[in-house]
């Protein structure tokens, strides 16, 4: 449910305003501000179709004064409830956009070593395949593209029984992660922390099945395609195909994933098959896999280009436009951490350790150390640091905090990863998308 949309009016009318501007959801966005604020000003505003579908989610046949309604007027029987708005297999995510579909984890739920399917958060470019469309056993995978020399298909029992099967836990992070914290703001969904998670995928290497196919010399990229629809539901036009070069495809973690945590991928993860690269921004991990390219170029479907997913090639001060060619794809993701224990705000007894713990992960690379503040940064003490379950896993780490006085804290963390970069204590480097956002996150807490 956008922050644009609070009502169900506004929530009918989103369709029409993000078909005319599939293209372009962040303008479709503001089209819809624009017109919700001057819906507000008008009667009679609803069209009979929106009305209909209001009359049936406020399950009334019809709703006979309908006319006169004000737009965006929110009718009674919604206004009064205060039920939050769920999404079917998902515990306690924050629902920033119901079309596509957006939703993050709160840190405190992130506190699981290995994220449960129902923490997992949901982020959406189009719309998902029914689960009623989709019968994992007649399922397929094509590989083809230029630089593949015999394109195949496969089911997933084929991809099962041919290839050795392989389980790795790996972090996936969206891009935009952190989002809400940028000045300007950023267009898009504003993420605040949630919008990573690390559960374990089960699957085939994408190596063992592009070499089986055959991968040509000049290969460079791959690119994914998925049965997920575009916005405008227009065949023709893919809602995100994204890829990685060959060198982040041939790794050893690289998935066609058909199981995480051991059981089916959730719906809104990609049932019943993902790609998975972890360490690199989520959108590379294609959901409701259908089709893998091997291409003789970078691949060049919706969202690879710039500003798509990329950052400027230098620093610029907040606020500046950005030519395109001045932008690079963004790959590796940078150092990062979580506090997962205790929740925010919560209130300690003095005199008592507090047991602080959380996770923390950094792309390609491992994460060296782990430091936690109660100064707000002025000194650090050093965490209790885990190995990862395997390369692209996060890390477990965890510290005992003793509070001097009484009073208001905040606990920082911040990790370092194997190359001796460190996260930044405050927002670091604007970019016009507001990408990569590795600020530490901290937490409050009243010692009484
Ligand atoms: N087919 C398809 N794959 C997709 C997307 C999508 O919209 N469609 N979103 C991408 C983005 S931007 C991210 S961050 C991750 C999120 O994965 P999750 O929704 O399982 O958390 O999926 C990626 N894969
Ligand atoms: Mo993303």
């Not at 078909?19 to 604020?37: C, G, I, M, N």
């Not at 029987?77 to 984890?105: M, Q, S, Y």
């Not at 449960?116 to 083809?144: H, K, Q």
Request: with cysteine; net charge negative; hydrophobic share 40%.
């Amino acid at each position: 449910m956008s922050k644009k949309t609070p009502d169900s009016a506004g929530h009918s009318d989103t369709r029409g305003i993000h078909e005319l501007y599939a293209e372009d959801p962040v303008k479709a966005d503001q089209q819809l501000w624009d017109r919700e604020v001057d819906a507000t000003s008008r009667r009679g505003f609803l069209k009979r179709s929106s009305l209909l579908a209001m009359a049936s989610a406020l399950g009334a046949s019809a709703i006979p004064f309908g006319d006169k309604m004000p737009g965006g007027l929110i009718p009674a029987a919604f206004a009064n409830t205060t039920e939050p708005f769920t999404l079917e297999g998902k515990d306690g995510l924050t629902v920033l956009n119901d079309r596509p579909i957006n939703a993050e984890t709160p840190a405190h739920l992130l506190d699981d070593r290995v994220t449960p399917g129902s923490r997992m958060f949901v982020r959406n470019n189009g719309l998902p395949p029914a689960m009623e469309s989709i019968d994992p056993a007649t399922w397929t995978l094509e590989i083809a593209g230029e630089s593949c020399e015999k394109p195949m298909t496969f089911t997933i029992a084929e991809l099962k029984e041919k290839f050795k099967n392989y389980t790795y836990q790996l972090q996936i992070e969206c891009g935009g992660n952190g989002r809400s914290e940028f000045v300007p703001s950023a267009s898009g969904n504003q993420w605040t922390v949630g919008a990573v998670a690390c559960p374990s995928f089960t699957g085939v290497r994408v190596r063992d099945v592009l070499e089986a196919c055959g991968i040509k010399s000049d290969a460079v990229y791959i690119g994914y395609y998925g049965a997920d629809e575009h916005l405008s539901r227009d065949p023709n036009k893919a809602a995100i195909s994204r890829g990685v070069p060959m060198s982040k495809a041939l790794e050893e973690e690289s998935l066609i994933a058909w199981a995480m945590n051991d059981e089916d991928i959730p719906l809104l993860n990609g049932y019943p098959l993902r790609l998975v690269c972890g360490g690199w921004p989520g959108s590379v991990s294609g959901k409701w896999l259908k089709k893998i390219v091997i291409r003789n170029k970078v691949h060049d479907g919706p969202k690879m280009s710039a500003p798509s997913y990329s950052v400027p090639k230098y620093p610029v001060a907040p606020g500046t436009e950005v030519p395109k060619s001045d932008m690079v794809t963004i790959e590796s993701m940078p150092v990062k951490s979580l506090v997962t224990f205790p929740k925010s705000g919560i209130t300690h007894a003095m005199g008592q350790a507090l047991a602080v713990r959380g996770h923390a992960w950094a792309g390609d690379l491992s994460v060296q150390d782990v430091y936690v503040s109660i100064d707000f940064g002025a000194t650090w003490q050093r965490a209790e640091l885990e190995e990862p379950a395997n390369r692209l896993a996060w890390q477990h780490w965890s510290l005992q905090v003793v509070f001097p006085e009484k009073g208001y804290y905040e606990i920082w963390a911040r990790a370092v990863d194997s190359e001796g970069h460190s996260q930044p204590m405050v927002v670091p480097g604007w970019n016009p998308r507001g990408y990569l956002n590795n600020a530490c996150h901290r937490i409050a807490v009243q010692v009484a």
